[in-house]
């Protein structure tokens, strides 16, 4: 793989995940401050926001499994749904079940962007750190812009309006991560 290829596909990879990531990052700061809107305690939201890293402790190795045998593309395909899906049930869902079925798709869904970003960044050795550094910085582009819109939404609107835009974010990564190698 050339020095280029690598640039373009770590950059689209850390462009994924930005565009996914903030469905995500808005839970923890609206769950615990809005719980009742989800129609759970705050010590619910507490379990619910712990358990996506719950999941990823045990379910990395099939994530990592998954990724290895079909490539990048069809493993980021399926987690950038999953995370389209998690956002839509942010929106519309309510109850602690609901939540954390969700919470465990996107704490699997996380695994699998988080390990494309890795490989597509280290896949050519020559840059890698550069493409490190540079993926890392793309990804925290996502929150900080979702997180001040998120409250200034969610003052204006409720909780929940914020997650129908974070469905169509993760939609647009999807459409990115077909770019992504198949292999």
């Known amino acids: 793989m050339s020095e280029k290829t ?63 045998r079909q490539g990048d593309r069809p493993a980021l ?27 465990l798709g996107w704490g699997l869904s996380y695994a699998a962007l988080n390990l494309s970003t890795q490989v597509m960044a280290t896949a050519e050795p020559l840059g890698a750190a550069r493409r490190t550094g540079r993926s890392r910085a793309v990804i925290a582009a996502g929150p900080m812009l979702a997180l001040p819109l998120g409250a200034l939404l969610s003052v204006e609107y409720g909780p929940r309006v914020i997650f129908y835009l974070m469905c169509v974010t993760s939609l647009i990564g999807m459409w990115l991560a077909l770019g992504l190698p198949s292999a």
Do not use: K
């Not at 609206?30 to 619910?44: N, R, V």
């Not at 956002?87 to 969700?102: D, N």
């Open 6 to 68: 690598a640039d373009q596909h770590s950059f689209r990879a850390a462009s994924v995940l930005a565009l996914c990531l903030p469905g995500d990052v808005l839970l923890y700061l609206l769950l615990p401050m809005q719980s009742q809107a989800f129609g759970i305690t705050l010590a619910e939201a507490g379990i619910l926001l712990a358990a996506n890293r719950l999941v990823r402790i045990f379910g990395y190795r099939y994530v990592m499994q998954f990724y290895t």
């Open 77 to 103: 395909l399926l987690a950038t749904g999953t995370a389209a899906l998690c956002a839509l049930g942010y929106a519309t869902l309510s109850g602690f079940w609901w939540l954390l079925l969700l919470r």
